[in-house]
Every structure is written in structure tokens, then in C-alpha cells.
């Protein structure tokens, strides 16, 4: 009668221990689903935290440090989580930059060299002067470029000149796949989509 009595005990001790693993398992689930969920949008609100500075600020920044002149290039991206613009333009002599913090629109650093002889006397400032009339945003960007790759979270800007079009080119990130979308920097149009992975 012990026996049996130990019996029963044993076999309902083990109904428990399988009940609560299923029950952890289905909790693990859940969490792991809704890690992910909250992933894409953490993603998203570092991003709104991170980038309070937009691109038309940043040339209004620039273009007091440096008046007279065209912007031929401005970047958007992080270094060691925090976000930073790069700004490049041209005079007919010199090119410039300077580096402002994508939060606190501080200007961190300023350059100033002179042109190559084949690039002075608008040269350079007219092949690389972008169009920065009705720019669209570069969260607007973001939102075209990761629905164009279909998945993942933008991650880097860059505005540049190709064929008298200006474009965002956006890298989209998911996992190790990298997608470069180039957005028509006016109308918000996909230009051209390649896939890294």
C-alpha cells in the first residue's frame, strides 16, 4: 500500500511540473513575441529621442556658418548611439563641413580646404550643388525606404546628387540583411532599391 501510496504521489508530482512547463513555455512565447513587437518600436521612439534636429534646421545651421556657399552633401548617422549630421559644401575655392549633434543641434566640428584646381571656379559647386527646395523629411524617407525593403528599421541618411536628381539614400537593417533604398529627395519617389545581405 506504501508503494502505491508513493506511486500516485510521484506520478501526480510529474502532471505538475509538466503543467507549469507548458504554462512557461507559453509564457516565453508570449514575452518573445511581445519583445519584438516592442523591439520595432523602441527602435522607432530611440530614433523620434535621438533626432530632434531635422535636415532643414541642420542647413540653416550650415548655411549661417557658412553663407555664400552650396551644400553638396549632408549624412545622418551614429556613432556610439548618439546621432550626428555631416555637412559638406563648396564656394568656388573651398569646400566645407562641419558636424552637428542630431539632438542638440551643437556643432562639434568645422572645416575649411581648398579645392583641387580642376574643381575651383564653380566647377565642383556646380556638378555637386544639391536641390534642397520642398525636402522631404528624413523620417518621411525613412518611413518610404523600409516600406520599400519590406522589413526592418533605417538606420542611415545621406543626401546626394545623381543626374541633376537630389535623393535620400537610406539603409534599412534587419539582422544582417541590409537594404540601400534611394528615395527622390522632393517627391518621395523610390529610385532604385539593392539588397546586401
Partial sequence: MKKLHV?????????????????N?????????SEITSSKTNQKNVLDDKVKVSANQVIEIYQKAYPDTDITSIELDSTFGKYYYEVEGVDDNNEYSLRVD???KAVSQKKQEQLDNDEKNGTKRNEDKLNLDKLISVKEAADIAEKAAGSGN???????????????????????????VKVNAQTGKVLEKETDD
Fill in 102 to 104: 542630431a539632438s542638440s
Fill in 7 to 23: 506511486l500516485i504521489l510521484g506520478v501526480s508530482f510529474l502532471g505538475l511540473l509538466a503543467g507549469c512547463s507548458s504554462n
Fill in 154 to 180: 533605417a538606420s542611415e541618411w545621406t543626401l546626394d546628387k545623381d543626374m541633376d536628381t537630389t535623393y535620400w539614400e537610406v539603409q534599412v537593417k534587419n539582422g544582417s540583411k541590409q537594404v540601400e
Fill in 25 to 33: 513555455q507559453d509564457a516565453a512565447s508570449s514575452s518573445s513575441s
